[in-house]
């Protein structure tokens, strides 16, 4: 078992920039898969971005509002990730959150539930201001 924790959220005005950080309280094997989704109120849980535990291949919501604004990042064998998103919109506010699976690389797949990790932090609140 392991304990992500996030941290890094707050409140942005529209078109400001915020970098979320996740930590894992033990090392995770470079073969995994992390990823942040978002909940927005009332909504269900959002894949934004993924990548493999040896911090290759990252990919992002087929929807496409994260691409170009967001970064996912990850070092080989450190026990942080991180999401770097620019340009936040109103839309964006929600409650991020940090998820890892083991014994598995990412997959498309990966973006369309948070139930296919096996771990997930208690999130950070993000909220933009128009």
């Known amino acids: 078992q392991v304990n992500l924790i996030e941290s890094g959220g707050g409140s942005v005005q529209a078109g400001g920039s915020l970098r979320l950080s996740c930590t894992a309280s033990?090392?995770?094997?470079?073969?995994?898969?992390w990823a942040w989704f978002r909940q927005g109120s009332g909504k269900e849980y959002e894949g934004v971005a993924i990548?493999?535990?040896?911090?290759?291949?990252?990919?992002?919501a087929r929807s496409g509002f994260a691409r170009g604004r967001f970064t996912i990042s990850h070092s080989y064998g450190a026990q942080d990730t991180y999401l770097q998103m620019d340009n936040l919109q109103p839309d964006d506010t929600g409650v991020y959150v940090c998820?890892?699976?083991?014994?598995?690389?990412?997959?498309?797949?990966?973006?369309?539930?948070?139930?296919?990790?096996?771990?997930r932090g208690q999130g950070t609140q993000v909220t933009v201001a128009s």
């Open positions: 998820a890892v699976v083991e014994e598995e690389y990412c997959v498309p797949d990966h973006l369309d539930s948070v139930s296919k990790f096996s771990e």
């Open positions: 990548i493999d535990g040896d911090g290759e291949s990252p990919d992002y």
């Open positions: 033990r090392s995770i094997r470079y073969f995994s898969c």
